[in-house]
């Protein structure tokens, strides 16, 4: 492997001066430098993104040790023999350390101390072998190890930062410095002059000398000629973006405007909900800015992964919650709906997903039906995550205070409208996503497990409403079709998750009783606890069918078993909440008389 060959190629010499101890310069002005436009990526970002990505990769934080990114890879880059034997790879597992026989006392390692391991090179090479399955949790720790190791080695021998462009070519490959060479064109060696006076003053912590260097590499650079070099502007704009971290300034506001919403609902102060929803716009506002800048920097839509997913999600919630408040007027909009959004911006920045912008498959972007689609099938998700949240309030009011049917009777009639909204908005965005494979892949419909899974969800709720709505005359065609769905992919899925028959049976059994609830249960509550289950439909098309079955097209998202494994933890502790409200309302009603009819035909207990 390559990371095995410790640097023979680009100098033993670096690992036997390895004992020097890394000290960063404490005086340098680093602004001119991060500046710098360099390939990487597929994209041209400033070197400020570079480094921050590069030593999140290795360290798994941005700011490793309150350290400046931008001075971490430079002392990486220009002192690598310091760097060595720094314990820079947090490896915090036990079990991982254990089956690497690492010492149990250490959660973090140097460079040289993992590449002189035998038992991780033995994994390594066993990589190399795997073939046509998905990697089990332990491979992909140790692949995950060596693409950090192999970052690191290309920063040590100075190939992740490219700043020479290339002059003929818009989509080619710019060059390192330290690849540049003395007889090279005078354009050249004056940027190969100034990198080195910039190493100079760096090991120095010359302020004056690195500031002077920086303003010759940047003007050096600039003069060279290429056949792509991104503006200026955009570089600010980006950096501005970097600076800001408008998403985490967002779910703070969301924060703030769910905590004013709740003490809103029971002060009942009309001066108090102005302030919880100006707090709502607020943070919609910051969420909405933050897109902008994002959507500019990429050139497309933010929508080409699940961390640019979750901040749709979050948008769409407060597009929809305002929209709501401007018809409703409903005290319990901006509470839902800040809690959601800002649930969505929370997992988007604590969640170990790549927030970098990366290109997309050209195929991709070649339609409008990308900007379309994803939007609409985003705000569906949004709408229908929040009816999941109203319809847990409505579990709990029923189960646990019967006696406040006139606000069971409003938390139900507006969570019925979210239902609705929610499943217009997602049979659009189903035809779209339509449209958009049809551009794309030359399709409309393929059976795409995506696909399959987003029209098994509509079915879902298309049998809520048909159930509630038509109690005399149920469309049993449709709830067949839905069963026998919900039923065949479960049997699809099951030996992907168990491999025995007993398990397989139990799943089966689970998706036949979930259909059973569908078309027979009736009634207030019995709509809540069937829209907790339709959500998760939802969750099995928005991550199940990435981190779950890991196959198709749709790939953007495919990660470890640790999803899966919380999945299925957050969707048993949710289904013993239902569960146990379901007893408890059960149990009530049977002490007391049935309920009375309402004029439209639904139960009021």
Known sequence: MMWRMSFTVAGIVLVLGSSVAAQLPASLDLQTIRELPVQHDGRWPPLDTVARD???????????QGHDPVLLLLGWTFDAASWMDRPLFSIANAELRAELQLPASKTSFSYNELVSHHRLHDLVDELGRVEGRKLNPLESKVSSIEEKLIVLQRIFAGQAIRAIPDPESVGGSWRPLTMAREEEPSEVGQALAAWKQLRSAFLADDAEGFAKASEQLKHSLAALPAAHRPSPKLIATELRYNRQHPFRKAWMLMVAGAVLAAVAVPLRRRWFDAVSVLALMAGFGVLTYGLWLR??????????????????????????????????????????????????????????????????????????WMSIHVPIIMCSYSVLALAMLIAHVQLVVMAVTPQRRELAKAVDAL???????????????????????????????????????????????????HVRADRE?????????????????????????????????????????????????????????????????????????????????????FGTGAVVRYMFLIGGLDLILIVLCALVYWMRRQRRPSPTIGPAGDATG
Not at 346 to 362: Q, V
Request: glycine content about 10%; some cysteine.
């Open 295 to 368: 959507w500019s920097i990429a050139g497309r839509i933010p929508a080409a992964n699940m961390f640019e997913s979750l901040l749709f999600l979050s948008w769409g919630m407060g597009a929809f919650a305002i929209l709501s408040m401007l018809i409703m007027r409903d005290r319990i909009v901006p509470l839902t709906a800040s809690a959601m959004g800002a649930l969505a911006l929370i997992l988007a920045d604590c969640l170990p997903l790549d927030s970098y912008i990366r290109p997309i498959a050209p195929v991709l972007l070649d339609t409008v």
């Open 415 to 465: 969570h019925y409208w979210y239902i609705h909204v929610g499943a217009i908005l997602l049979l659009v965005g189903i035809i779209t996503g339509s449209m958009w494979a049809a551009s794309s892949w030359g399709r409309y419909w393929g059976w795409d497990p995506k696909e399959v899974w987003s029209l098994v969800a509509f079915l879902g709720y298309l049998a809520i409403l």
């Open 54 to 64: 590069l030593v999140e990769t290795v360290t798994g934080e941005v700011f490793y």
């Open 473 to 557: 005359r149920a469309a049993w065609w449709m709830y067949a079709i839905a069963g026998l769905l919900v039923v065949g992919l479960f049997a699809l899925v099951a030996p992907k998750l168990a491999p025995l028959n007993a398990s397989r049976l139990l799943a089966l059994g689970g998706a036949a009783a979930a259909v059973f609830i569908f078309v027979l249960a009736r009634g207030q509550f019995a709509t809540a606890f069937k829209s907790v289950l339709a959500f998760w439909l939802i969750i099995m098309t928005y991550v199940g069918v990435n981190f779950v079955l890991g196959i198709g097209l749709h790939s953007y998202g």
